[in-house]
T-cell receptor, first 112, second 116 residues
Framework: GENVEQHPSTLSVQEGDSAVIKCTYSDSASNYFPWYKQELGKGPQLIIDIRSNVGEKKDQRIAVTLNKTAKHFSLHITETQPEDSAVYFCAASRAGANNLFFGTGTRLTVIP | GAVVSQHPSRVICKSGTSVKIECRSLDFQATTMFWYRQFPKQSLMLMATSNEGSKATYEQGVEKDKFLINHASLTLSTLTVTSAHPEDSSFYIC????????????FGSGTRLTVV
């Protein structure tokens, strides 16, 4: 089955700096890669996703890049703000499957 | 966008009692719903997948007689924790998917279960 690894487990950045979280996956058939933000006591919220037919996707301060050959994808947050502080999870899914495989999460702290 | 409503958000129950958690897709029909369990500072662990009108598929190690899942309609799935014990205390999260193989996954807000 799919194995998704995520690094780092914790990340602290100064407000205004950029944050990068990286994930690798093992199943070359995976083709859908969402990123979720989870605040304390709440369910995960989708912040951005990418499918395997594109290499990069951007939405304002958030971007995701995908390297299919290397089987890794990354989340980039620019101009970080204190409200970006949360736990971020990457995930992977394959076409025709009905499940998401989650990374282990990254606790991001943005220091004002 | 797609919204999944999960209730209750918090529940405290006595050991030995049963607790039901509801997961509703508000603006779409969910052919498939998922139930996860999350321990503090850990990732989401898939417990079971439920398809409308059929039996749920449980992940290895998850007791189907303890965690009863019902997906009676395209907008509602329920998870019942039967004969709850303190070790069942956890954060339970549901997720729904609108279209098989195409739709994204939308998560509920989670239920914090505390068994005393």
């Amino acid at each position: 089955g799919e194995n998704v690894e995520q690094h780092p487990s914790t990340l602290s950045v100064q407000e205004g700096d950029s944050a990068v979280i990286k994930c690798t996956y093992s199943d070359s058939a995976s083709n859908y890669f969402p990123w979720y933000k989870q605040e304390l006591g709440k369910g995960p919220q989708l912040i951005i996703d990418i499918r395997s037919n594109v290499g990069e996707k951007k939405d304002q301060r958030i971007a995701v890049t995908l390297n299919k050959t290397a089987k890794h994808f990354s989340l980039h947050i620019t101009e970080t703000q204190p409200e970006d502080s949360a736990v971020y999870f990457c995930a992977a899914s394959r076409a025709g499957a009905n499940n998401l495989f989650f990374g282990t999460g990254t606790r991001l702290t943005v220091i004002p | 966008g797609a919204v999944v409503s999960q209730h209750p958000s918090r529940v405290i129950c006595k050991s030995g009692t049963s607790v039901k958690i509801e997961c509703r897709s508000l603006d779409f029909q969910a052919t498939t719903m998922f139930w996860y369990r999350q321990f503090p500072k850990q990732s989401l662990m898939l417990m079971a997948t439920s398809n409308e009108g059929s039996k749920a598929t449980y992940e290895q190690g998850v007791e189907k007689d303890k965690f009863l899942i019902n997906h009676a309609s395209l907008t509602l799935s329920t998870l019942t924790v039967t004969s709850a014990h303190p070790e069942d205390s956890s954060f339970y999260i549901c997720s729904a998917r609108a279209l098989q193989g195409a739709g994204g996954y939308t998560f509920g807000s989670g239920t914090r279960l505390t068994v005393v």
